[in-house]
């Protein structure tokens, strides 16, 4: 995806943070919630405008797991398959949210950007197994058809916005 960077907006982030490097990861989540990822080419900018090396901005941006390098899809799925989701039945969950998402686990993101499907570790919601989390919403108990109903769902608010 070649997104064309808002430098004027990146310049601002900057701008907020007094070009002050100790801020890097404030500066980076920022940047991140403009394109729901870090783009590389973001790098070159802000080591020249914070007077540090590339290496070390691209050593933070893939130290914490909450950056992307990757552009991710409009709406964001996180899927527990700690203990209590695995025993609980996550995989089905996640099996049928790749199919109907056209996914696999080497394509998280769909063709057309709009989902991202990612397993994660542990949500901290064991009491809700197997539980997703759409967008920062949870949705407890999940099962095959309630995610299939859920995705439909996203479909059709997302066609009703459109028009």
């Known amino acids: 995806m070649a997104e064309e960077l808002d430098y004027d907006a990146l310049e601002e982030i900057l701008r907020r943070h007094d070009y002050d490097k100790t801020n890097i990861i404030s500066i980076l ?3 991140q919630g403009i394109y729901r990822y870090l783009p590389r080419e973001v ?3 802000f080591a ?3 007077g540090i090396s590339e290496a070390r901005i691209y050593g933070v941006a893939t130290f914490y797991e909450n950056f992307s390098l990757e552009p991710k ?3 964001i799925i996180k899927i527990c398959d700690g203990t209590a989701c695995h025993v609980r039945k996550s995989i089905p969950v996640i099996e049928e949210l790749r199919k109907i998402l056209d996914l696999s686990p080497e394509q998280a993101t769909t063709k057309d950007m709009m989902f ?3 397993t994660v570790s ?3 919601a064991c009491g809700l197994a ?4 759409l967008d920062g919403k949870v949705h407890a108990a999940m099962t095959p058809e309630k995610a299939r109903e859920l995705i439909a769902n996203v479909r059709e608010e997302d066609s009703y916005a459109c028009n």
Request: net charge neutral; aromatic share 4%.
């Open 29 to 31: 989540q920022e940047t």
């Open 43 to 45: 790098f070159p900018l």
């Open 48 to 50: 020249q405008k914070l």
């Open 73 to 75: 899809g409009r709406h």
């Open 116 to 118: 991202t499907l990612e």
């Open 122 to 124: 542990c949500l901290g």
């Open 130 to 133: 197997p539980v997703l989390n």
